[in-house]
């Protein structure tokens, strides 16, 4: 059983957990990895939930434990807060690119310049004139979206 | 703790809605709405077990206790979250009613002095936003569609509405709980509903329901008849092997 360890190296170490829905994205990519701190031999990661009823909290929880045991790390408390709420804004400019990568859109950031362009830019052809069908997709986060240029449908994660 | 009976209404209210939403899997008109009305009723029951968690921790109960091993009696959510679906028509008036309290709900609540129920209220009133929004516009799509999508709709409307009051209901412990910046006021709630459900029943086209009956009871546990049959479908699994997890 291994008992020092820096933060850094959890942090590294945890960067290989990702997302079990978007398996492109790590949880620091989705901004979800809160906190980690390291107490006498206990490690403490805080996440987030991205949704209140993301159901991949709990494979990302017993992921984190997992990977850290692997490594010789067995006191592990992950914890989860709800506050200050997490926001797409939380997104790394790594993991906006590997949404698109994968063909989802990434959420937009916010403010007056996405508000006035309006459409989303298409994942497949970079069209930007796309439609929304649903508000609501395969998960919490993302919602349905069809290019009218290439016709492909698309996902897009939601700005929130 | 009054603090803890108020988060047990909140989480009662989602826990509820969230069972009834979720037995439109494979029934609703169309696929993408098998999927909405699903991940509504996910975000309900994601709010639902943070409230349940923090309600039983003052009684050192955990969240399938409260869910599973309470009797009818025990519960206390609104009666407007155990109606019945009936059509998708009355479906999208109980979620037009619920979700334009929900939103200035949990605006009011991010304030909260109260630092579990301001969290939950920070998460729930951008998921609230959406629900509104997707009952909003399918209350205008068969209110301002064809006759029958009109006549269905209104129909829907004047059977969910009476049921709607009961959630702007004040007694002794939301007074206090506001007193003391805890709890949402619940006249102010009912203004921005008002506000909302009017505008919306206007552009659908429909008439707000003339009637003066204002059924309630659910907060102290006297609940609708169809509510056993709810509980005895979502209780029975764990009823039956108690301690069972995936």
């Keep these: 059983m291994r008992v020092r360890a820096t933060v850094a190296e959890i942090r590294h170490v945890l960067a290989h957990v990702t997302d079990p829905e978007i398996p492109v994205l790590t949880i620091e990519d989705l901004g979800i990895l809160r906190d980690i701190t390291i107490d006498g031999s206990t490690i403490t990661v805080t996440i987030t939930p991205t949704y209140s009823g993301c159901p991949a909290m709990a494979e990302i929880r017993a992921d984190i434990t997992a990977v850290l045991f692997e490594r010789g790390w067995e006191d592990v408390v992950v914890e989860q807060v709800l506050s200050p709420a997490w926001t797409t804004e939380w997104m790394t400019d790594a993991g906006r690119e590997k949404l698109v990568q994968y063909g989802i859109a990434p959420p937009r950031r916010t403010g007056p310049v996405d508000v006035l362009l309006g459409g989303l830019t298409c994942p497949q052809c970079r069209s930007r004139d796309t439609e929304e069908l649903s508000r609501f997709s395969s998960t919490s986060c993302k919602s349905m979206w069809r290019c009218r240029t290439c016709r492909e449908p698309f996902d897009h994660f939601k700005d929130h | ?246």
């Design chain 2, 1 to 246: 703790m009054s603090v803890a009976v108020y988060a047990l209404r909140l989480g009662d209210d989602c826990l509820i809605l969230g069972q009834r939403l979720s037995a439109w899997a494979a029934r609703a008109p169309e696929l993408e709405e098998d999927v909405a009305l699903l991940n509504i009723a996910l975000d309900h029951l994601g709010a639902a077990r943070s409230l349940l968690t923090y309600a039983g921790s003052f009684t050192g109960q955990d969240e399938d206790q409260l869910a599973f091993l309470r009797d009818e009696r025990e519960f206390t959510n609104a009666l407007v979250m155990e109606l019945d679906n009936g059509d998708f028509g009355t479906t999208m008036a109980r979620q037009l009613v619920v979700s334009a309290y929900q939103v200035p709900l949990w605006e009011a609540l991010t304030a909260s002095q109260d630092e579990l129920l301001a969290g939950v209220a920070g998460k729930a009133v951008k998921e609230a936003t959406y629900h509104l929004d997707h009952a909003v516009s399918w209350v205008i799509r068969l209110g301002d569609g064809t006759e029958e999508s009109h006549r269905r709709m209104q129909a829907g409307l004047d059977m969910v509405w009476p049921y709607a009051f009961e959630l702007f209901e004040t007694d002794g412990l939301v007074a206090e709980l506001i007193a003391s910046g805890i709890a949402a006021e619940p006249v102010a709630l009912q203004r921005a509903w008002d506000s909302t459900v009017t505008r919306v029943i206007s552009e659908a086209t429909l008439s707000v329901p003339d009637t003066d009956w204002r059924p309630t009871g659910g907060r102290s546990g006297k609940h609708t008849e169809g509510f056993g049959y709810l509980l005895a479908e979502m209780q029975h699994l764990h009823r039956s092997h108690p301690g069972a997890s995936w």
